[in-house]
């Protein structure tokens, strides 16, 4: 990824995203966002469809054009069965011997359909969100296969791995998946004090323009026992808030996670920020600012979201033995 905004990436980012039509959790907006499995027979809740192609092969060739995908391919233990991947795809360690199918360019990215289609896919793994991160499935022959991921919320993240083993027949691997990682986040959730008012916190998932992080990020803000700013309720989509805005929030903690940056990119991205009025800012000035490489960031609805998580709740409890300096930055000690 290099280390420029691409200009359509920009161009894109400077629309402002009307908040999506999720519906918020039920309870005051005070709770903790409790996870709540919404799937029966993949009927899902309104604002979260998937689109599911079960292939018969016992070993099904599959492609991935989203990276979190790909690493959620290899949570389930299957990395094997991935033939063909975008170049974003750099996890798990292992698959840069993979064709890629994409290449980046000026305008994001493009598509070699021929090496696509000379892979043979059973399955195409995609995401409809943002034409502008990774080819969708409008993007691809019609003929081919796909299986759509997209999410909103961390309950709609925590599907994606069932979705994913039933579409390639793994089942079980599915299920076992997303018990763990159900177990990791209410571990991490242990540690959080439910009744102290706590830190207010604010993810920019872009420096220029200041885009504020949407999506399932509010959500792990404030079960980590923080309080998100600017975008506060789960399943908004990412916006676009002026210099002022960002200013007059004056966040307690600011997190930099540019999203789909490489580690060069975003340090030069967070340098950047921090050499304008965003470097003014009272958390700036103190140290209570973090920086998470846009590749391992919260835009990517992959199984690392969970490691951040614990991160978040490490920082705004003060428990720094959560969390260690490989998956999640702390006080003083900046992390990509």
Partial sequence: MCAKPWPKFGAARHKRWKSSSTPTPSGS??????????????????????????????SPRVVSLLPAATEWMGQLGCIELVVGRS??????????HVPCVTQANDNGWSLDKDLLLSLDPDLVLVQNSCSVCSPTALDLPSDLPTCNLD???????????????EAIGRKKNGAECV???????????DHV???VPGPTALVLEWTDPLFVAGHWTPQMIQAAGARPLLITEPGERSVAFTTEEVM???????????CGLDAEATREASEGLRAGPVGELRAMQEGRWIVVEGT???SRPGPGLFSLFRGLVATFQNKPELATPNNFGMPDRPSV
């Fill in 87 to 96: 170049h974003a795809c750099n996890s798990p360690s292992g698959i840069s």
């Fill in 296 to 298: 391992r960031g919260f």
């Fill in 179 to 189: 018990a763990q990682l159900r177990e990791d986040w209410w571990g991490a959730i």
């Fill in 29 to 58: 907006s005070e709770s903790r966002f409790p996870i709540r499995l919404a799937r029966s027979d993949h009927c899902f809740t309104r604002g979260f469809s998937v689109r599911l192609n079960l292939v018969n092969s016992p």
């Fill in 248 to 258: 007059a929030s004056d966040p307690d903690w600011i997190i930099i996670s540019p």
């Fill in 151 to 165: 999410a909103n919320r961390i309950e709609e993240i925590l599907e994606l791995p069932l979705v994913l083993g």
């Fill in 193 to 195: 004090a439910p009744y």
